[in-house]
């Protein structure tokens, strides 16, 4: 399975305001993510190295880096 974020990178071409704290705690992010069940943790997902090695390898191909 090939998995990108690269269709995401055009929310990212101008800056966002910038908010004083965090939009999101880390306990309500935790929290959502356990609810939503995403794998067999039942918590935040862990970049691999694989998958960081993917998303770099992306980023050449388009000459981002």
Known sequence: MFRTTLP???AFTAPEKPL???A???ERFRAAVR????DEEN???RLSRA???EYV???R???LL
Do not use: V
């Open 61 to 63: 191909a388009q000459r």
């Open 35 to 38: 609810a939503a069940a995403l």
């Open 24 to 26: 999101l705690s880390a």
């Open 8 to 10: 995401l990178l055009h």
């Open 20 to 22: 004083t704290g965090s």
């Open 51 to 53: 998958l960081i090695t």
């Open 57 to 59: 390898a992306d980023l």
């Open 43 to 45: 918590d935040i997902p």
